[in-house]
């Protein structure tokens, strides 16, 4: 199973900006569609943004034109770039895989993909 690791979470006030960063451990990186998934507390888990293999990205419409996704398969690397932060957009934030063109949704990342351990993002007002 591929091994995700997240970075750049923490606290920042709105307005402001953070880069989340998800290594994957292995080489078949660019084979597998990649997402970030967050979870504010007492709410579900829900997706924020996913980028295919053809770089092909998605975002859910509460960040759309704020977040910006993208990877680097050369470094086995996702980022989550997070601009004009609010404070609804706290939560913790997790790193996503799903092998090759499935489509990413929980149930297929709990069977066919891998988590990250999650970071947490706090915007205050």
């Known amino acids: 199973q591929v091994q995700l690791v997240e970075s750049g979470g923490g606290l920042v006030q709105a307005g402001g900006s953070l880069r989340l960063t998800c290594a994957a451990s292995?080489?078949?990186?660019?084979?597998?569609?990649m997402g970030w998934y967050r979870q504010a507390p007492g709410k579900q888990r829900e997706l924020v943004a996913s980028?295919?293999?053809?770089?092909?990205?998605n975002y859910a419409d509460s960040v759309k034109g704020r977040f910006t996704i993208s990877r680097d398969n050369a470094k086995n690397t996702v980022y989550l770039q997070m601009n004009s932060l609010k404070p609804e957009d706290t939560a913790v934030y997790y790193c996503?895989?799903?092998?090759?063109?499935?489509?990413?949704?929980?149930?297929?990342?709990?069977?066919?993909?891998?988590w990250g351990q999650g970071t947490q993002v706090t915007v205050s007002s």
């Open positions: 980028i295919t293999t053809q770089s092909s990205t």
């Open positions: 996503a895989l799903v092998r090759g063109t499935m489509q990413m949704t929980i149930a297929t990342i709990d069977v066919f993909g891998s």
């Open positions: 292995r080489n078949s990186f660019m084979f597998n569609t």
